[in-house]
């Protein structure tokens, strides 16, 4: 099984800054099927990036991936108001399709 | 548009059974794999079980191997999750995803597993 660690836990900044989210496998991710989610509170998750770099539709061209193998990076360029959830990587290259722990992205 | 709706949550006492529905629109439901995630509540997300658009190819969670059994109706447009020998630490909420990944998710339903 394929162990994905987030980093960090917790992520404190203010509108208008970058935030910049982690997502390590504790094995090469197959043909980075890596994907991150955005999940606000009371809501189903969606999906934001598949295949590590391509922005789901309608997704704005602030939020970015990147990385390949194990390491991965999820980039908000400016954050807006409504960017403040939690974020989850998942890995769908081998089952069991795993998902990170998540990072809490907070108002500072 | 896409559309993905459970039902068939509520509570059951350990040991007992439940059998969760999705009905899908908006897409060629035969077309896909569909999936099945969980979150404890307060938790992070869980995959449990996937299938292939044929329903041939089906994967689950070591932790509900052999318990849960995922299926589909592609005459229907519908996805299923029968779950037997519940356990308190299923008590969650389901939802149904597109795709092997989640391109699209329902709002989910609620399954609590209590005496």
């Known amino acids: 099984e394929i162990v994905l660690t987030q980093s960090p836990g917790t992520l404190s900044l203010s509108p208008g800054e970058r935030a910049t989210l982690s997502c390590r496998a504790s094995?090469?991710?197959?043909?980075?099927?890596l994907n991150w989610h955005q999940q606000k509170p009371g809501q189903a998750p969606r999906l934001l990036i598949y295949?590590?770099?391509s922005r789901a539709t309608g997704i704005p061209d602030r939020f970015s991936g990147s990385g390949s193998g194990t390491d991965f990076t999820l980039t908000i360029s400016r954050l807006e108001p409504e960017d403040f959830a939690v974020y989850y990587c998942?890995?769908?290259?081998?089952?069991?399709?795993?998902f990170g722990q998540g990072t809490k992205l907070e108002i500072k | 548009q896409v559309q993905l709706v459970e039902s068939g949550g509520g509570l059951v006492k350990p040991g007992g059974s439940l059998r969760l529905s999705c009905a899908a629109s908006?897409?060629?439901?035969?077309?896909?794999?569909m999936s099945w995630i969980r979150q404890a509540p307060g938790k992070g997300l869980e995959w449990v079980s996937c299938?292939?658009?044929?329903?041939?190819?089906?994967y689950y969670a070591d932790s509900v191997k052999g318990r849960f059994t995922i299926s589909r109706d592609n005459a229907k447009n519908s996805l299923f999750l029968q779950m037997n020998s519940l356990r308190a630490e299923d008590t969650a909420v389901y939802y149904c995803?597109?795709?092997?990944?989640?391109?699209?998710w329902g709002q989910g339903t609620l399954v609590t597993v209590s005496s």
């Open positions: 995803a597109r795709g092997r990944y989640g391109a699209y």
């Open positions: 908006g897409f060629t439901f035969s077309d896909y794999y």
């Open positions: 299938i292939s658009s044929s329903g041939n190819t089906i």
């Open positions: 094995q090469s991710v197959s043909s980075s099927y």
């Open positions: 295949g590590a770099s």
């Open positions: 998942q890995q769908y290259g081998s089952s069991p399709y795993t």
